[in-house]
């Protein structure tokens, strides 16, 4: 089992960056494939950014892509979301989630953190 914890959330500009970090503890990291996720109020959860375990295959939905880049460090057993551009669409509880298989979908990750709020005034 992994436990993950979010942190780097909060109330940002339109068009402002945030970075986002998920702090795994518990079994090995290194063997996660791990994932970002995101709702918002009244939506259901949504794929945002997943990477490999080896942190070389990254996957981005389309209403991110260039704009958030996602990354880990094994040694450090963290996850990253590095959010530039910032929309008042992307307001939402962003979630790491971790998994044995790389998955888009919420149902397909084995764990997941309590989330961090990301705000985004216009």
């Known amino acids: 089992q992994v436990q993950l914890v979010e942190s780097g959330g909060g109330l940002v500009q339109a068009g402002g960056s945030l970075r986002l970090s998920c702090a795994a503890s518990?079994?090995?990291?290194?063997?996660?494939?791990m994932g970002w996720f995101r709702q918002a109020p009244g939506k259901e959860r949504e794929f945002v950014a997943r990477?490999?375990?080896?942190?070389?295959?990254?996957d981005y939905a389309d209403s991110v892509k260039g704009r958030f880049t996602i990354s880990r460090d094994n040694a450090k057993n963290t996850l990253y979301l590095q959010m530039n551009s910032l929309k008042p669409e992307d307001t939402a509880v962003y979630y790491c989630?971790?998994?044995?298989?790389?998955?888009?979908?919420?149902?397909?990750?084995?764990?997941w953190g309590k989330g961090t709020l990301v705000t985004v005034s216009s």
């Open positions: 989630a971790a998994g044995a298989y790389s998955s888009s979908r919420p149902g397909g990750m084995d764990y």
């Open positions: 518990g079994r090995t990291f290194s063997s996660y494939n």
């Open positions: 990477i490999s375990w080896s942190g070389i295959s990254t």
